[in-house]
């Protein structure tokens, strides 16, 4: 059976290019080079531990490194509340839909603002 993925995002703040790297359980793997203020979003398993890697000059050097639930983009889409009522599904679908047309900053800032906005309304 397949692990589901979470919706992830890491955003290069640096002013150079940084690689990201990804591994989880089953052998899932990924690397990517970002480059200076790029958004990259992927899935990745949960539990999967991500590493960022910046230039020196021998070797790479480790400047961060976190697991993969600290970057998620917002709610699944498998684990939308109960109660959330239709507007506003199809307000959140609006924006993730959007947010996949155009990965921005701002549209990323969007989403995530009503995603929160959304958890601290609904009962648990």
Known sequence: MLEPM?????RNERSH???????????????RVIF???LLTFHAPAGATVLIYGPAPQEPELLE??????LLLGLDAAGQHP?????????LQDLRQRYLQDPS????????????????????
């Open 6 to 10: 979470l919706d992830c995002g890491y």
């Open 17 to 31: 290019l940084v690689m990201l790297c990804c591994s989880g359980s089953g052998g899932f793997a990924l690397e």
């Open 36 to 38: 200076p203020f790029e």
């Open 65 to 70: 490194s976190c697991g993969v639930e600290t």
């Open 83 to 91: 109660l959330l009522p239709p507007s506003m599904a199809a307000l």
């Open 105 to 124: 900053e701002e549209n990323r800032r969007h989403l995530v603002q009503f995603e929160q906005t959304l958890r601290h309304s609904l009962p648990t």
